[in-house]
C-alpha cells in the first residue's frame, strides 16, 4: 500500500493506493466524525465491491447504511443526486455525516456533489473502482452533475476528507473501460511528465495484462502529477486547466453522440490527438511527436479517429464548453510531448482544420 | 449611502444601505469580471423595481439577461432553480458572468445557490428588496433551496462580492412582509446587542411607519452585527449558530403548516420567544426578560403563540433541523435579553413545556 498527500493546507487528504485499501477500516474511521457513514454505490459496483468496504466497517463498529444508484452516466443527472438527498433526510442524516463513493467518476462526481450541497456541506470519502477514477477523478475535489445542455454543468469544489484507490477492483473492470482510463493515465506523461510517457511507451504491456505492480505504478505517478497540480491551483484559475488536454474536444464527441456512446477516455484520446494535430499546424510540435501519441493509443486500444458529427457540429458543441473566456476558445495545446500549455492563439481555421484531420468524414 | 464591509480577507465584500443603492450602476460594474450581467428576479419585483436596476446598467454598457420566476416559497426548490441554469446556458453564459439577485430571500437564496453551482461557482450580488433579506438573507453567504423534506437542506457557503440594500424599494413592501423582517432585527438585539435592542424599543413607531432615517439606522445596526459574526465564523462552527435563535423552533412551525402559511418572521417571532420561555424555565431569565420580548412582538404586530400542531409534532419536525448533532438538539436560548449561548443543556421535558406555554392548544 502506499499513501500521498494531496496539499491543500487546511483541505489537504491522503490518497492510498494498493490492492485491499477498501478494506482499510482504521483508515476510514479515522476520517470519520461519527461511527457512521452512507456509502453511495450503483448496481454494477455494490454486488462486486460493496462487501469488502461495508463488512471491515461493521466489524469496526461504524453504522453503514447503502444507497445504490442505477449504472450509467445519464444517471448524473438531478433526480438521481435526489435520491440520495431522500436517502440522507429519510434516515435523518446530519452535518457530521460522512459520504462514501464506491464507484467510476459518475458515482464520484454526484456523490461528491452531494456532499457539497446536503445540508450545505458534509465531508466524504472517495473510493474510486475505475482506472480513470483511480487516477483522476477521485483525486482534486471537483464534482458535478450533468445538465441536459452540457455535462458537468452544475457542480461544486468540494474536496474529499480521503482517497482509497483500491487496485484489486480493477480486475472486473470490463476492458473497454479500463482502456479508457489509461487515456487519462497517458495525459498526465503528455501534459508535465516526460519520463512518465517513457515508462508508460515501456511497460504498456504489463499494464495491459493488468499486473498489479504497474497498475500500482501508474496509478500513484499518475495521483502524484494530479495531486501537484491541485496543489497548485486547487480552483483551476491556470496551471490546473492544463489537466483538460483533449478535454474541450472530446466533450464535443461525448454529447454530439448522446452521453455513453462514447466513453469519457475514447473521447479525450481523439481530443488529444486533436490537441496535438493543432499544435503541430502551430508549428509547436512535428509530425513523429503525433505520430508517437498516436502509436501509443493504438497499442492501448484506444480510438484515434473521431465520430462523423462534421466539423461545425464539433464548433458549435465546443463554444459550449467552459473553456471559454470572453467569448474566445481556450486550448490546451502541446509545446512536446511532455509539456502543454493553455492557448487562445489557435486561429479557428487551424481549429477546424485539426478536428477534420482527426474525424472521420460525414 | 452608508457602507459598512464584511471582512473575510480574499472573499470580504461591501454592504451598501440607503435610498437609491439600486441604482448604482458604478458599485456594480466594479464588481463585475465582464460587461454583463444576468438579474434573477420574481413577478412580484421586477415590475416595482427592475428598470430602477437595469436602465443605469444598460446606461453603462453593462448587457443584462433577465430571468423572471414565479414568486413563493413554493418556487425556491429544484424546477425553479434549473429555469436559472437553463437560461445560463441558454444564453451561453461563461464563468466570468456575474448574476444578480433582485428580490426577497427567497429570489437571494436560489440565485446564490445557483451562482454557487453554476459551472462550479460564478460571481453574484445580492439586490435585497425586502426587510428581511436587508438585514439577513442577503448578507453572509447562505444559499439554499428547498427539499420536500426539509427547508434549506440543499445549498452552499457562497459569498456575494457586493450587496446594494436600497431602503427605498420597502416602500411597495407588505406590511406582514415588514413586521416578519423586524423579527430578525429584534434577533441582533436579543443575541448581542442590549444596546440596539434599547434602540428597537424606543424607535418602534418611527420603524413601523417606515421613516427612512429610521429604517437605514436599524439596517445597518442589523448588518453591522451579522457581518460581525459571520467574519468570526464564516462556516457557523461556532458563534454563527446564535444567529439561529428561534430557529429551530420557527421552521418548525413553517415546515409544520406547509411553506407560505407563516412568514419566516412571524416562525422565528414565536420560536424566540419558545427560546426565551425554555431559557426562563432553566432559570437563565426571569419572567419580565420574557414579557418585554413579547411585548416588542405585540407592538411590532407579530404574532407570540405557535400554531396548534401539538407538542410531539414539534419535536419530531425539530429533531430533522440541521442543529442536531449526534442525535441530540442543540438550541440557542438566552442568558440575558442581548446575550444568547449554544446550549445542549434543556432536558427534553423542558423543551416540551416551553413550546406548550408558547403554542395553541390542539
Ligand atoms: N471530477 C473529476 O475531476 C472528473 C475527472 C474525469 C472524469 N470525471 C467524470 O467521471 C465520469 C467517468 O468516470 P468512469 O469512466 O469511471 O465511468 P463510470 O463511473 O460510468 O464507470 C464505468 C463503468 O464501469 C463500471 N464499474 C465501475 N467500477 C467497476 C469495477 N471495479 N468492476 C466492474 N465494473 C465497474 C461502472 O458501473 C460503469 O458501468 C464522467 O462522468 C466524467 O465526467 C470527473
Ligand atoms: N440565506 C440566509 O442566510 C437566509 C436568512 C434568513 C432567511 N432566508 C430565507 O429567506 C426567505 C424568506 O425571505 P423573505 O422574507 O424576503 O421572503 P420572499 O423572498 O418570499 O419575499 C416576501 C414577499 O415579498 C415580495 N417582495 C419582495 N420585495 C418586495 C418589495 N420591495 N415590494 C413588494 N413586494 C416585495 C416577494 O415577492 C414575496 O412575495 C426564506 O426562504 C428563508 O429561508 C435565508
Ligand atoms: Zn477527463
Ligand atoms: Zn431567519
Known amino acids: ?90 434516515n435523518r442524516c446530519e452535518r457530521s455525516t460522512t459520504l462514501i463513493a464506491l464507484g467510476g467518476g459518475v458515482i464520484g462526481d454526484i456523490t461528491g456533489f452531494a456532499a457539497a450541497c446536503y445540508q450545505r456541506g458534509v465531508p466524504f470519502i472517495q473510493a474510486p473502482t475505475t482506472l480513470l477514477a483511480q487516477v483522476d477523478s477521485s483525486v482534486g475535489g471537483k464534482t458535478a452533475i450533468n445538465h441536459p445542455l452540457g455535462k458537468n454543468m452544475i457542480g461544486a469544489f468540494h474536496q474529499p476528507q480521503l482517497v482509497l484507490a483500491d487496485t484489486d477492483t480493477l480486475a472486473t473492470l470490463p476492458l473497454r473501460e479500463f482502456r479508457s482510463g489509461l487515456a487519462e493515465v497517458i495525459k498526465y506523461g503528455l501534459i508535465r511528465d516526460p519520463a512518465f510517457l517513457a515508462w508508460l511507451e515501456a511497460n504498456t504491456d504489463a499494464l495491459l495484462a493488468r499486473e498489479p505492480q504497474a497498475l500500482a505504478e501508474a496509478i500513484v505517478r499518475s495521483c502524484r502529477n494530479k495531486a501537484e497540480v491541485v496543489a497548485a491551483d486547487e480552483r483551476e484559475s491556470g496551471e490546473r486547466a492544463l489537466l483538460n488536454l483533449g478535454h474541450t474536444f472530446g466533450h464535443a464527441i461525448e454529447t454530439g453522440c448522446g452521453y455513453g456512446v462514447w466513453l469519457h477516455g475514447e473521447a479525450i484520446a481523439v481530443g488529444m490527438l486533436m490537441a496535438a494535430e493543432l499544435s503541430r499546424r502551430l508549428g509547436w510540435i512535428d509530425s513523429a511527436a503525433v505520430e508517437r501519441i498516436e502509436a501509443l493509443f493504438v497499442r492501448c486500444g484506444l480510438p484515434v479517429q473521431g465520430p462523423a458529427l462534421g466539423v461545425e457540429r464539433y464548433l458549435e458543441l465546443m463554444a459550449h464548453d467552459k473553456k471559454v473566456q470572453d467569448g474566445k476558445l481556450r486550448l490546451v495545446l502541446l509545446r512536446s510531448a511532455g509539456e502543454a500549455v493553455l492557448s487562445s492563439a489557435a486561429p479557428a481555421a487551424d481549429i477546424a482544420a485539426a478536428i477534420a484531420a482527426r474525424c472521420r468524414a460525414e
Chains 1, 2 share one sequence.
Not at 52 to 80: F, R
Open 1 to 90: 500500500m502506499q499513501t500521498l498527500n494531496l496539499d491543500l493546507a487546511e483541505r489537504s487528504y491522503p490518497i492510498v493506493v494498493g490492492a485491499g485499501a477498501l478494506a482499510r477500516a482504521d483508515l476510514i474511521a479515522g476520517a470519520l466524525a461519527q461511527p457512521r457513514a452512507v456509502i453511495v454505490s450503483n448496481e454494477t459496483v455494490a454486488p462486486l465491491h460493496l462487501a469488502k468496504l461495508k463488512a471491515p466497517l461493521t466489524a469496526a463498529g461504524i453504522d453503514t447504511l447503502d444507497v445504490i444508484l442505477p449504472d450509467g452516466e445519464e444517471y448524473k443527472d438531478w433526480p438521481t443526486l435526489n435520491r440520495i438527498f431522500d436517502a440522507l433526510l429519510a
